[in-house]
């Protein structure tokens, strides 16, 4: 089992930027985060790539037109849900 913690700006933008569906979805998702770090299907994962992301297991998932970022620490076995930003500025 994995703790999993949600930073208090990812449930500000959640209630700002999401849906009810897609709140729903993301709420499911962090249920699926504390069995396995990396829940496929039915959710749209992939690693983050780059410089400031390179050694940091920082994964993204996508809701709709926004992206939540998380990142896991396997050794303490936790995660945590760092941010919610819409697609047009998730990767800059």
Same mark, same amino acid.
């Given at each position: 089992m994995?703790?999993?913690?949600v930073d208090r700006d990812v449930v500000k933008k959640a209630k700002r930027y999401? =849906?009810?569906a897609q709140r729903?979805?993301?709420a499911e998702f962090i249920d699926a985060l504390k069995t396995n770090p990396y829940p496929k299907p039915p959710y749209d994962l992939k690693p983050v790539r780059g410089e400031k992301t390179? =050694?940091?297991?920082t994964y993204r998932l996508r809701i709709g037109d926004y992206r939540v970022?998380?990142?896991?620490?396997?050794d303490e076995?936790?995660?945590v849900v760092?941010?919610?930003?819409p697609r047009e500025t998730a990767y800059r």
């Open positions: 994995y703790d999993v913690i999401l =849906k009810p729903r979805k993301l390179k =050694k940091t297991n970022f998380y990142t896991v620490y396997w076995k936790v995660i760092t941010d919610i930003k």
